[in-house]
């Protein structure tokens, strides 16, 4: 797997005098952040995202691709990337992957910010090669401090004791501060919302709780499945004072708060009640190399078919600038004749 990436650092000198003034889309937001999905399958069947019956069959590409358009986003003025899925940990080769991407630098010279989205299911025994190789961050998702809920949610038997493994692996290995992911829905996890709060306290990790949105394969939203943000800060009030964070960066999607005693952080992200299009700076790359302006898109550009067709990093450049210019001014959910997008988050890259 060694020779896996050819070539795939960058230069700085390369790059940065053309590219200087980065990449925006038409509504003058600058788009820094791609988020890439480097396989569609799922060791997982949370019920917010798949469905419990049939697999559609994966749709992957070879790893050599994913680092050649990805490093055209970046001679382009991207800075941050998180690997996603599906599962990114099921995919072979992922540290490799990392290790080649953590040599490319930004248009500025600066080393990328690189940063991992899993379930946590295989993290524990991998925490210390990602690290090693050059990750980041890591952002772990979990729906459930409680082992069987969290074992109904994930549809997965056993799944709790093998995350808490991962969370801790990546705490304890310098991966920190983990970030978990709470996706909140009515029904099946709002009595988790204290439960969190407490383990982000005695974890040391910093929860984010996020406003379930219309991107299931299940069809199971509803507007009142959705725990808008003033709920979940009264169920946190309810267990102690909030004090508000400064935000990180002016695109930061998540309202940061800690306890009147400065232990612990928890957030809420509210793509649902407060969208945040606005100040949105994301593209996403899906597994099978198409480029996504929105969630909420009904169109996916097709980047991989330039190299299928012997395209060189100058067209793949080309046709992301021209790409970027489509990007929607902001989703519609809620609206009347608002549609859900055909692909699901597990397609999509979350
Ligand atoms: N398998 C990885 C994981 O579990 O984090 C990465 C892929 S997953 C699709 C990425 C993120 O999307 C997770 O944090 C998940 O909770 C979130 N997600 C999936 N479906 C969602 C939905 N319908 N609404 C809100 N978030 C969702």
Redesign the pocket.
């Known amino acids: 797997m060694a020779t896996m990436l050819p070539q795939v650092a960058v230069a700085a000198h390369e790059t940065a005098p053309r590219e200087a003034k980065g990449l925006s889309d038409p509504f003058g937001r600058t788009l820094t952040d791609l988020r890439v999905s480097v396989t569609d399958r ?1 060791n ?1 069947r ?1 019920v ?2 798949r469905t419990g019956e049939g697999t559609a069959p994966p749709s992957e590409l070879p790893l050599e691709d994913y680092g050649r358009m990805i490093r055209a986003f970046v001679s382009l003025g991207i800075e941050k990337i998180r690997l ?5 940990l099921l995919r072979r080769g992922l540290v490799e992957l990392i290790r080649e991407l953590s040599k490319l630098r930004t248009v500025q010279g600066h080393r990328l910010d690189l940063a991992l ?3 946590g299911h295989l993290l524990g025994p991998l925490a210390r090669s990602l690290r090693d190789a050059g990750l980041s961050r890591v ?1 772990v ?1 979990m729906d459930a401090v409680e082992p069987e809920l969290f074992a109904r949610i994930t549809r997965v038997p056993g799944s709790f004791e093998h995350v808490l493994r991962g969370v801790r692996g990546a705490r304890d290995c310098g991966l920190g501060p983990v970030k978990i ?1 709470c ?1 909140l829905m009515r029904g099946w996890n709002e009595t988790q919302i204290v439960p969190f709060a407490e383990f982000s306290r005695r974890e040391n990790v910093v929860v984010r709780f ?1 406003e ?2 219309p ?2 394969e299940d069809r199971i ?1 509803a507007p009142d499945t959705v725990l808008p943000l003033e709920e979940v800060l009264g169920a946190l009030r309810s267990f102690r004072a909030i004090t508000p964070l400064p935000q990180n960066s002016l695109s930061e999607t998540a309202l940061r708060y800690t306890f009147d005693d400065g232990i612990g952080e928890v957030g809420v992200i509210a793509p649902v009640s407060q969208a945040f299009c606005g100040a949105c700076s994301r593209v996403r790359l899906t597994s099978d190399g198409k480029i996504r302006t929105c969630l909420f898109s009904h169109f996916d550009h097709d980047l991989h078919a330039i190299l299928r067709r012997g395209g060189t990093e100058a067209d793949l450049r080309q046709f992301i600038e021209a790409t970027v210019q489509k990007k929607e001014a902001r989703h519609h959910i809620g609206e009347t004749g608002f549609l859900q997008p055909g692909r699901t ?2 397609h999509i ?2």
């Not at 996603?84 to 990114?88: I, K, L, M, N």
Request: negative net charge; glycine residues 14%.
């Open positions: 799922c997982y949370c917010y995202c996603t899925g599906g599962e990114p989205t899993t379930n952002t998702s992911n996706v996020i379930f949105m991107l299931e939203w988050m597990v890259g979350g």
